[in-house]
């Protein structure tokens, strides 16, 4: 008994060692350059206005999402590909599994916004289609596809793929969504109202079980892509909390805050609660037989 115990809770600090190790990376790294970057601005005679917005340029966006998605690679290759489970990017029909994530997740958020929109909560008006709306449009592309290819293969494809490994799918779903939600408390508005992180948590569990029922990683990195880039380039909501886009269409917050997401973006709305738990359902019923490994497994 009393081995068994040690045994618990060897594994217990092994699994948090690497979860904690795999974030610290690349945060390091972002810290490192940081403060690189403050040294070389301050010696060029930057001013403080300047270095401070640097946070938010779209360059330390993409070393984000590159690190993190490095982190993930490293975590694996290091500690866990010789023990055999699979980070989810080598799947069958993965391209096939992406578009119809993709297309999934046009249909949630859509219907999100429609929801919000039919009870008064925004109204909209058409943006003048010109060359710095395109160029967004195009920017909005790429950067959400590396997000999702970042957020989906640190959280679904190594921290879900550890847990299960150790504890088994119900367990790995939950604690991945927590740190999935965990990871956006810096975003601004995040804990303005309860909405925020429920609907965090809400899509990772989405994010967790397709990555669970399709077997990998590229359904949930479809509908992660298209949920992203319709709420912020096509309805006109702030992502996450992140600032405002050229986008489609103009949106004016009606309020109130719970149920057009303020600040914060159709993720912040009760509506996308409503919303997140069918698409939850829905996809439970529509892929549970189609893979092999069942979720109540382990």
Known sequence: MVNRKVNLIKKFLTVAGKLILSGLLPIGVMIIVGIGYSIYAIATGASLDEISKVGGARWTQYLQTALFIGSALVMYTWFERKRGWPLGLMQKKGFSFGVQGFFAGILLMTISAILIRAAGGLS??????????????????????????SEEIFTRGYIQGLIKFHYGSTPAIIVSSIIFASMHSMNPNMYETPFP???????????????????????????????????????????????PVPAVLQVTDNGPIHLSGGEFGAEGSYMASLVLMLGIIAVYYLYRGKNKSNILKR
């Open 124 to 149: 909209w008006k058409a943006s003048e289609w010109d060359q710095s709306l395109i160029i967004s449009l195009f920017e909005g592309i790429l950067l959400y596809t590396c997000v999702a290819l």
């Open 197 to 243: 992180f429920i609907n965090i948590c809400l899509a990772g569990i989405l994010f967790a079980v397709t990555r669970e029922l399709t077997g990998g990683l590229w359904w949930p990195i479809g509908l992660h892509l298209s949920w992203n880039y319709f709420q912020g380039y096509v309805y006109g909501f702030q992502v996450s909390g992140t600032d």
